[in-house]
């Protein structure tokens, strides 16, 4: 067994996972189940995760497009009722990750189908992709859609170990609590013959509930990038704008509820909800699939014009 497991490890910000609330009656808590002391580490919303935990959780998802004129005065709304994610300071931090699919791109068919129950497999770095090696925490993640609600699994890795799990099919160095989740990996992997098809890249900017609003999520996403190749997370490679910039995604993730002020604040703004998906956007985006009518035009609304492409559309890292 790889040293890593053996010692107690420094841990790891993991700055997407919300804090779990109480049950609701006649449901189980959030989580991992039966660590309860995983569950109180939870409460403190942001908690640092060793690289060993394994975690779970639900949640609803709701998705706006923002004209990145109107972030300003919403990042005041969102910081006078929320916290900042510590992690991310007063800019936010970087997210990348890389989707593995089908040669017949079935997770994106079935995201565009609308099919209740489906699923993706990613892995995801937070921060700066630039710094990234083999020993970098990356999280290995099975994000589903049952109905309404998105769970999110995932175990936290070396990514070393990451890439020999997910690229090269490799059962590798485990805590006992994780087997039953990476068993699930290797069997989507294999059984579907999953490779990597599209990294998507952004910068977030995160902010979490407090008293009564705790288990609220709401991030802003800037600047979305992706490629279709070169999938190493820590590639010194080009990335093209699948999302125009000016504008931003704006998620609010709640585990029960969203508070009044926020949908006031949503309905006030005049936002539409989006079914527009980070991994679709980039596989449309360069041509593996037809644009569906979820893809967010690369053209700002109402122009028609055609001729060169606008510098928001223009290839960067």
């Known amino acids: 067994m790889r040293s890593w497991l053996r010692r107690a490890p420094s841990r790891a910000p993991d700055p997407e996972v919300p804090p779990d609330p109480p049950a609701a009656p006649g449901q189980s808590p959030a989580g991992t189940g039966s660590d ?70 079935r997770f994106y068919w079935e995201k565009i189908e609308g099919l209740k129950f ?43 170990l990451a890439r020999d799990l997910c690229d090269r099919r490799q059962m590798v160095d485990h805590a006992p609590e994780q087997r039953a989740f ?12 999953l490779r990597p098809v599209a990294m998507t890249g952004y910068q977030r900017e995160a902010f979490v509930g407090r008293g009564s609003d705790l288990g609220l999520r709401v991030t802003l996403d800037h600047r979305v990038r992706g490629r279709d190749r070169d999938f190493h997370l820590g590639a ?22 969203v508070p009044y002020w926020l949908t006031d604040l949503v309905a006030g703004s005049n936002m539409s909800i989006v079914r527009m998906s980070k991994y679709c956007q980039s596989v449309e985006a360069f041509g593996r699939a037809p644009r569906s009518v979820f893809h967010v035009a690369d053209e700002p609304v109402g122009t028609t014009a055609v001729g060169p492409a606008p510098d928001y559309a223009k290839s960067e890292v």
């Open 36 to 105: 309860d002391r995983a569950r109180s580490d939870d409460q403190v919303g942001h908690a640092l995760r060793a690289p060993s935990r394994l975690h779970a959780f639900n949640r609803y998802e709701i998705k706006y497009l923002v004209p990145a004129d109107d972030v300003p005065a919403l990042r005041d709304e969102f910081a006078a009722r929320m916290d900042r994610d510590s992690h991310g300071g007063s800019t936010g931090y970087g997210v990348w990750s890389v989707y593995y699919d089908t040669d017949q791109l």
């Open 182 to 193: 990476l068993d699930e990996v290797l069997e989507l992997l294999c059984g579907l013959d």
């Open 236 to 257: 010194d490679a080009e990335n093209r704008l699948i999302v125009p910039a000016k504008l931003s995604v704006l998620e609010i993730k709640a585990n029960e509820r």
């Open 118 to 160: 489906r699923r993706k497999l990613r892995v995801r770095h937070y921060g700066d992709r630039s710094v990234v090696t083999d020993d970098s925490i990356v999280h290995v993640e099975i994000k589903q859609r049952v109905n309404r609600v998105t769970q999110k699994r995932r175990v936290a890795l070396p990514y070393g």
